[in-house]
């Protein structure tokens, strides 16, 4: 029999009706001859109001404890998910990620997986039943409760599907699968039926909300097929999984990224290990490095800077500042008006005509460009804020990717 890991997001169990609804998703699942696990986020705003209340007590909570908080809101909707099942008929199951041996390493806030052991899964499928599990969360080797950062629940989803050699893993989301756009911020924009792994990594890596990049990560190397679809119809959404190779050069979709900053490292002596010093300490603090620049040489003396998401302004500002007294850097500047269109699909970043009628368009329409960046499948450019719109649209139309 066939087994199928199920996600569902917050928006999708908001309230008693949509989990009512959930669970006779799942009841229709199992009755079409598959096995089912399914994995549940925090209902609604769930995990914001937790957190909120964290802040109210505690401006800078202790990450162990706010661990402790969030993973609440996961536990109640397992077992919410799982009485809503009971009650169709089926026997069902909840468990936390620690209970299923999801097992992290100990960084709170932003865990990392390291193993799954998955028994009592195991069992639960074996007795033909239906195990809910609450997302977001694990444990570490010394027993403590760790999540897996902001939308980790896909990641575990992902992860239990690798591990339980699932045949594809549904990811239920409050859109109907990925767009060529953010359908909320450019309406018109069409929805993309089909995407490979590398495509759908670099979409989520630029911005894009619809998965958790790691989630990503996780599925390209184990081939996880997945599909992307909403909880709220039977349209068939997005699948993605390994595509052939085409040596047409197009690109497929387009995302953002609102809210970015620039750190820069201003004059610093050339001496050995010095940008290596940097990023391992940004790395070790978990700051996710959107874009980096190794200004050229001038004497004996050159830039370094740092493009990371706003939300880590404070971690890698207090990181580079004490790092430019080390360096002997000048001086730290910040531009804190930066953001980021991305063109994405196969061949993209190597293909000079998409190149060239990217960087055309956006001179067209009065966009300055302050750096761009280029992978095999992405096109990343980066400006100030206020010409987002205008830099996306002209894209859009460029590239044809509206209705």
């Given at each position: 029999?066939?087994?199928?890991?199920?996600?569902?997001?917050?928006?999708?169990?908001?309230?008693?009706?949509?989990?009512?609804?959930?669970?006779?998703?799942?009841?229709?699942?199992?009755?079409?001859?598959?096995?089912?696990?399914?994995?549940?986020?925090?209902?609604?705003?769930?995990?914001?109001?937790?957190?909120?209340?964290?802040?109210?007590?505690?401006?800078?909570?202790?990450?162990?404890?706010?661990?402790?908080?969030?993973?609440?809101?996961?536990?109640?909707?397992?077992?919410?998910?799982?009485?809503?099942?009971?009650?169709?008929?089926?026997?069902?199951?909840?468990?936390?990620?620690?209970?299923?041996?999801?097992?992290?390493?100990?960084?709170?806030?932003?865990?990392?997986?390291?193993?799954?052991?998955?028994?009592?899964?195991?069992?639960?499928?074996?007795?033909?039943?239906?195990?809910?599990?609450?997302?977001?969360?694990?444990?570490?080797?010394?027993?403590?409760?760790?999540?897996?950062?902001?939308?980790?629940?896909?990641?575990?989803?992902?992860?239990?599907?690798?591990?339980?050699?699932?045949?594809?893993?549904?990811?239920?989301?409050?859109?109907?699968?990925?767009?060529?756009?953010?359908?909320?911020?450019?309406?018109?924009?069409?929805?993309?039926?089909?995407?490979?792994?590398?495509?759908?990594?670099?979409?989520?890596?630029?911005?894009?909300?619809?998965?958790?990049?790691?989630?990503?990560?996780?599925?390209?190397?184990?081939?996880?097929?997945?599909?992307?679809?909403?909880?709220?119809?039977?349209?068939?959404?997005?699948?993605?999984?390994?595509?052939?190779?085409?040596?047409?050069?197009?690109?497929?979709?387009m995302t953002h990224s609102h809210k970015l900053v620039r750190l820069s490292l201003v004059d610093v002596p050339k001496k050995r290990k010095c940008l290596h010093q940097v990023v391992t300490e940004l790395a070790a603090a978990r700051v996710p490095v959107v874009f980096f620049n190794h200004g050229v040489v001038h004497g004996d003396r050159?830039?370094?800077?740092?493009?990371?998401?706003?939300?880590?302004?404070?971690?890698?500002?207090?990181?580079?500042?004490?790092?430019?007294?080390?360096?002997?850097?000048?001086?730290?500047?910040?531009?804190?008006?930066?953001?980021?269109?991305?063109?994405?699909?196969?061949?993209?970043?190597?293909?000079?005509?998409?190149?060239?009628?990217?960087?055309?368009?956006?001179?067209?329409?009065?966009?300055?460009?302050?750096?761009?960046?280029?992978?095999?499948?992405?096109?990343?450019?980066?400006?100030?804020?206020?010409?987002?719109?205008?830099?996306?649209?002209?894209?859009?139309?460029?590239?044809?990717?509206?209705?």
């Amino acid at each position: 029999m066939p087994l199928v890991v199920q996600k569902y997001g917050g928006s999708s169990i908001a309230d008693i009706e949509r989990i009512r609804r959930v669970a006779r998703r799942v009841v229709a699942t199992r009755a079409a001859g598959n096995q089912v696990v399914v994995v549940v986020s925090a209902m609604g705003h769930t995990t914001d109001a937790l957190t909120k209340l964290a802040h109210e007590i505690a401006p800078s909570p202790q990450r162990r404890e706010l661990d402790m908080l969030l993973t609440a809101g996961e536990r109640e909707a397992m077992a919410l998910v799982s009485l809503a099942i009971l009650s169709e008929g089926l026997e069902a199951v909840s468990f936390t990620g620690s209970q299923v041996g999801i097992i992290t390493d100990r960084f709170h806030s932003d865990a990392r997986i390291e193993e799954i052991r998955g028994d009592r899964l195991r069992r639960a499928l074996r007795g033909k039943k239906i195990p809910i599990v609450a997302g977001f969360q694990g444990v570490s080797p010394e027993r403590e409760i760790t999540t897996l950062g902001r939308g980790g629940s896909d990641v575990t989803a992902v992860a239990l599907a690798a591990t339980l050699g699932a045949e594809r893993c549904e990811l239920y989301k409050d859109v109907d699968g990925v767009y060529t756009e953010n359908p909320s911020e450019f309406p018109g924009v069409r929805l993309v039926p089909e995407l490979s792994f590398e495509e759908l990594a670099e979409l989520a890596g630029s911005g894009s909300e619809v998965i958790h990049p790691r989630a990503c990560a996780l599925a390209a190397k184990y081939r996880v097929r997945l599909s992307i679809r909403s909880s709220f119809n039977d349209k068939r959404g997005t699948t993605v999984a390994k595509l052939e190779k085409m040596e047409k050069a197009f690109v497929r979709a387009m995302t953002h990224s609102h809210k970015l900053v620039r750190l820069s490292l201003v004059d610093v002596p050339k001496k050995r290990k010095c940008l290596h010093q940097v990023v391992t300490e940004l790395a070790a603090a978990r700051v996710p490095v959107v874009f980096f620049n190794h200004g050229v040489v001038h004497g004996d003396r050159f830039d370094l800077s740092f493009i990371v998401p706003e939300e880590q302004l404070s971690a890698a500002k207090t990181i580079l500042a004490r790092l430019a007294k080390k360096v002997r850097a000048d001086r730290l500047e910040i531009r804190d008006s930066l953001c980021s269109v991305s063109v994405v699909g196969p061949g993209v970043g190597s293909d000079p005509e998409i190149m060239s009628g990217t960087l055309e368009t956006l001179h067209r329409v009065g966009v300055h460009l302050d750096a761009f960046s280029t992978s095999e499948t992405r096109l990343s450019c980066f400006m100030d804020r206020k010409d987002l719109r205008l830099a996306a649209a002209a894209l859009l139309a460029r590239f044809r990717l509206k209705r």
